[in-house]
């Protein structure tokens, strides 16, 4: 089945410091990959996504560039703030097949930046 | 443009009792997604309700049930609560086209938090 893999959490960074979350996954077919942000007390926002190999999201400063060969869709971020603290979740959807738009997550990676 | 919105916020009910959800979907969107969130766990999919009827559900039992709306708006039921029903539930919506396509981008909700004592 599918199922998506994040890096071991929490991340704890100072402003301005360079992010990276990890996140693999495992999927039939061609998936179409997302990232999503969870501030404390709310649902999720989707921060980026990508549909098909190569493909690079990108938003807010926030990039991910889906990679078919190593199955991955690592978060990166070049100046991280405060206000990002949060919990990252990487997801994937496949097309087709019974459960249309089903969303697989990750277990989430928490970040927390200090000043 | 109005976004997904959930109710209640907080729930609080006791083991056995019967709890219902609400979510009315972003306006235009025609399809609706509940998931399971577990503390400090990633969201897991219940079910997808698409023209009112269940189109997918994920690996949860007959007690969890839903229904849609003709103006796409969704519930979701669950019956006979056990304390590891705890959890953030959240609704979903995103557009299914009438073809093969699909649009991919799914707006959630804020949730309703339930605790079952």
């Known amino acids: 089945g599918n199922s998506v893999t994040q890096m071991e959490g929490p991340v704890t960074l100072s402003e301005e410091a360079f992010l990276t979350i990890n996140c693999t996954y495992t999927?039939?077919?061609?998936?179409?990959l997302f990232w999503y942000v969870q501030y404390p007390g709310e649902g999720l926002q989707l921060l980026l996504k990508?549909?098909?190999?190569?493909d690079k999201g990108s938003n807010k400063g926030f990039e991910a560039t889906y990679r078919k060969e190593t199955t991955s869709f690592h978060l990166e971020k070049g100046s991280v703030q405060v206000s990002d603290s949060a919990v990252y979740f990487c997801?994937?959807?496949?097309?087709?097949?019974?459960?249309?738009?089903?969303?697989?997550f990750g277990q989430g990676t928490i970040l927390t930046v200090h000043p | 443009e109005t976004g997904v919105t959930q109710s209640p916020t907080h729930l609080i009910k006791t083991r056995g009792q019967q709890v219902t959800l609400r979510c009315s979907s972003q306006?235009?969107?025609?399809?609706v997604s509940w998931y399971q969130q577990a503390l400090g766990q990633g969201p897991q999919f219940i079910f997808q309700?698409?023209?009112?009827?269940?189109?997918g559900r994920g690996n949860f039992p007959p007690r969890f049930s839903g229904l849609q709306f003709p103006n796409y708006s969704s519930e979701l039921n669950v019956n006979a609560l056990e304390l590891d029903d705890s959890a953030l539930y959240l609704c979903?919506?995103?557009?299914?086209?009438?073809?093969?396509?699909?649009?991919?981008?799914?707006?959630f909700g804020p949730g309703t938090r339930l605790t079952v004592l």
């Open positions: 306006s235009g969107h025609n399809t």
């Open positions: 990508a549909t098909k190999a190569d």
């Open positions: 309700y698409y023209r009112e009827e269940e189109n």
């Open positions: 999927a039939t077919g061609y998936p179409s």
């Open positions: 979903a919506s995103s557009i299914r086209l009438a073809g093969p396509g699909w649009r991919d981008t799914q707006y």
């Open positions: 997801a994937l959807r496949t097309a087709g097949g019974t459960s249309y738009g089903k969303l697989t």
